[in-house]
C-alpha cells in the first residue's frame, strides 16, 4: 500500500500490545532528551555569567526561553501532527534541537543563546516531546495511565545523566564543545520518531498521519475560503475571514473545551499558576549550593539525586494512580504533589548544608514524581482523545507564559536583594495556591454535579455531567479494543 510514494506494510494488530511497547521505548528516549536536558542547564550558570558577564536575571533569561518555548509551542505542534502526523513532527523537533545546539557552541553574546539554545532547542524538544505524547496516546489505551507513568521516567534518567554528563564535559572541554556534543545527543530524536508508525484503525480511518492538504476538515475550509474569495461583496469576504481564523482558533487551540468543560479550565488554570514557581528550584539550586560554599562537581549531583529517584517513583505512582480507587480523582493525587512540592522548598531555607540539600532532593523529587506521572493523564481525563492534541496546544501555550516570566523576575528578586532564599519563598507561594485551587475547585465541582445530578431522573450516561475522565475505551458493540494497523515504510 503506497504511502507518501514510498511502499507500505499493513499489519492488523490490537492497541497496548505489539509494536505499542517499541513506540513506549521511544516515548522514553524522547522525554529524556526533550524534558529531561533543561535540567542540565543550571551547571552552566555560573560559566555563562563569566563568559558574557551576565546578571543573574538576564543569565536565566536562556533557560526560561527554552522552557517557555518547549511548552508554548503546542499549536504549531498539533498543526504539524494533524497536517502531517506524529512521526514527522518527531523526526523535524529532533533537527532544530540539534541545529540550535550546535548553532549555540557558537555564540558570541547572551542574546544570541536565547536565539539559539532558547527559542530553536526549545521549538525542536517541543516538537517531538508533544508528538511523542500523542502518539502514545494513541497506541494505548487499556494501559494508557501506566504507558504515561513509563514514559516519563525518561525525564527521571535525563534528569539524573545529563547534569553528570554537563559537569564532566564542562571540566573536560567547556561550555562551548559541550554544547556542540549535545547538538549530536540530540539529534537521536530523530531516531525515536522513525519508530512511531502511523496508526490506523482496521476500519480505515487514519488516526494520525493525514496526507499534507487532505482530508474533510481542510477540504471545508478550502471550499469557505474560495467562497469567500470569490464573492464579490468585500464585506462577505472579511466576514468568511474571521470566521476561517475562529475556527482555525478553535481546531488548534480548543478555546471551545476551555470555555465548556469547567475541569479543563480549573485544571488549565491552576497548572498555568503553578509553573509560576515549578522551574524555579531546577535553575538555581545549583548555582544556590555553589554560593553557600558546594563544591561544583556535589552541587551538580544534587539534580542528578532527583532524577534518579524519579526513576523509582514515576511508575510506582503511575500504578498506584492508575487502580480503580484512584477512578475520577487523580486530580486531587496530583494536587497532593504540587503541595508536598511547594512546602518541601522551605528545606533550602533553613540550611544550605550538602546533607539538607540531599534530603530537600529527596522529598522534592518524590513530589515531582506524582506531578511528572500524573500531568498529562489528568489532562486525558479530562478531555476526548480525538481533541487531545489541541486541548495539549492550549494547555502548554499558556503555561509556557508563566514558565518564561518565573525565573527571570525571580532572578531580579535576587539581583536586588543578593538573597537567594526568594527564590524558595517564591516557589513555595505559587506551588502552594495552585494545589489549593485546584483541590477545592474540583472538589466543589464534584459536589456540585452530585446535587444536580440529584435533581433529576437518572440518564443512561450520567458520567457526561462529572468533570472526571473521559471514556478510555472505544465505544463500540463489542467491549474488546479495535484493531489497528500500523504503516511501515520500507
Same mark, same amino acid.
Given at each position: 500500500? *503506497?504511502?507518501?510514494?514510498?511502499?507500505?506494510?499493513?499489519?492488523? $494488530? *490490537?492497541?497496548?500490545?505489539?509494536?505499542? #511497547?517499541?513506540?513506549?521505548?521511544?516515548?522514553?528516549?524522547?522525554?529524556?532528551?526533550?524534558?529531561?536536558?533543561?535540567?542540565?542547564?543550571?551547571?552552566?550558570?555560573?560559566?555563562?555569567?563569566?563568559?558574557?558577564?551576565?546578571?543573574?536575571?538576564?543569565?536565566? #533569561?536562556?533557560?526560561?526561553?527554552?522552557?517557555?518555548?518547549?511548552?508554548?509551542?503546542?499549536?504549531?505542534?498539533?498543526?504539524?501532527? $494533524?497536517?502531517f502526523g506524529c512521526r514527522f513532527a518527531v523526526m523535524l523537533g529532533g533537527l532544530l534541537s540539534g541545529v540550535g545546539m550546535v548553532s549555540s557552541s557558537f555564540c558570541k553574546s547572551i542574546s544570541q543563546l536565547y536565539l539559539t539554545a532558547g527559542l530553536i532547542t526549545g521549538l525542536g524538544s517541543c516538537f517531538s516531546f508533544q508528538a511523542g505524547v500523542t502518539a502514545l496516546g494513541y497506541y494505548?489505551?487499556? #494501559?494508557?495511565?501506566?504507558?504515561?507513568?513509563?514514559?516519563?521516567?525518561?525525564?527521571?534518567?535525563?534528569?539524573?545523566? #545529563? *547534569?553528570?554528563?554537563?559537569?564532566?564535559?564542562?571540566?573536560?572541554?567547556?561550555?562551548?564543545?559541550t554544547f556542540l556534543i549535545f547538538g549530536g545527543i540530540l539529534l537521536n530524536c530523530c531516531v525515536s520518531g522513525a519508530?512511531?508508525? %502511523?496508526?490506523?484503525?482496521?476500519?480505515?480511518?487514519?488516526?494520525q498521519s493525514p496526507k499534507p492538504g487532505e482530508g474533510p476538515e481542510r477540504r471545508a475550509e478550502e471550499a469557505q475560503l474560495s467562497n469567500g474569495a470569490s464573492s464579490p461583496h468585500p464585506e462577505l469576504q472579511q466576514q468568511t475571514r474571521r470566521t476561517a481564523c475562529f475556527q482555525m482558533l478553535q481546531k488548534y487551540l480548543a478555546f471551545d473545551i476551555f470555555c465548556q468543560n469547567k475541569g479543563y479550565q480549573i485544571y488549565t488554570i491552576g497548572v498555568t499558576w503553578m509553573m509560576m514557581g515549578f522551574a524555579l528550584p531546577h535553575v538555581y539550586l545549583v548555582p544556590y549550593a555553589i554560593q553557600n560554599g558546594v563544591e561544583e562537581r556535589r552541587a551538580a549531583l544534587l539534580i542528578s539525586v532527583i532524577g534518579f529517584i524519579n526513576i523509582f517513583i514515576r511508575p510506582l505512582t503511575g500504578l498506584l494512580s492508575g487502580h480503580r480507587v484512584f477512578t475520577g480523582r487523580r486530580i486531587y493525587l496530583f494536587s497532593l504533589a504540587v503541595l508536598l512540592c511547594g512546602l518541601s522548598n522551605f528545606i533550602c531555607v533553613i540550611s544550605a548544608e550538602f546533607s539538607v540539600l540531599i534530603i530537600y532532593c529527596i522529598i522534592l523529587s518524590i513530589a515531582m514524581s506524582g506531578i511528572g506521572a500524573l500531568t498529562f493523564q489528568v489532562l486525558m481525563d479530562v478531555v476526548e482523545m480525538d481533541r487531545f492534541s489541541s486541548a495539549l496546544g492550549?494547555?502548554?501555550?499558556?503555561?509556557?507564559?508563566?514558565l518564561l516570566i518565573g525565573p527571570p523576575l525571580t532572578g531580579l528578586l535576587v539581583?536586588?536583594?543578593?538573597?537567594?532564599?526568594?527564590v524558595f519563598y517564591n516557589s513555595s507561594f505559587f506551588l502552594i495556591s495552585a494545589a489549593l485551587f485546584m483541590g477545592l475547585s474540583f472538589c466543589a465541582l464534584e459536589k456540585k454535579n452530585k446535587l444536580k445530578e440529584a435533581s433529576k431522573v %437518572?440518564?443512561?450516561? %450520567?458520567?457526561?455531567?462529572?468533570?472526571?475522565?473521559?471514556?478510555?475505551?472505544p465505544q463500540s458493540e463489542s467491549q474488546s479494543p479495535p484493531a489497528v494497523v500500523y504503516i511501515t515504510s520500507i
Open positions: 500500500m *503506497p504511502q507518501g510514494g514510498a511502499a507500505a506494510r499493513i499489519a492488523a $494488530k *490490537p492497541q497496548d500490545r505489539g509494536w505499542a #511497547w517499541m513506540v513506549l521505548l521511544a516515548a522514553v528516549l524522547l522525554q529524556g532528551l526533550t524534558l529531561g536536558f533543561p535540567s542540565c542547564i543550571g551547571i552552566f550558570f555560573t560559566d555563562l555569567q563569566r563568559e558574557f558577564q551576565a546578571s543573574n536575571s538576564e543569565t536565566s #533569561w536562556f533557560p526560561s526561553i527554552m522552557v517557555a518555548v518547549l511548552h508554548g509551542g503546542g499549536p504549531l505542534c498539533s498543526i504539524l501532527v $494533524k497536517r494505548f489505551v487499556r #494501559w494508557r495511565t501506566l504507558a504515561n507513568a513509563i514514559a516519563s521516567t525518561g525525564v527521571s534518567l535525563g534528569f539524573t545523566l #545529563w *547534569p553528570l554528563l554537563s559537569q564532566y564535559l564542562l571540566d573536560e572541554m567547556g561550555w562551548r564543545n519508530i512511531m508508525r %502511523p496508526v490506523q484503525l482496521a476500519s480505515g480511518s487514519l488516526l492550549l494547555f502548554t501555550i499558556l503555561e509556557s507564559i508563566t539581583d536586588v536583594t543578593s538573597d537567594f532564599h526568594y %437518572p440518564l443512561d450516561n %450520567p458520567s457526561r455531567y462529572q468533570y472526571n475522565e473521559m471514556p478510555t475505551e
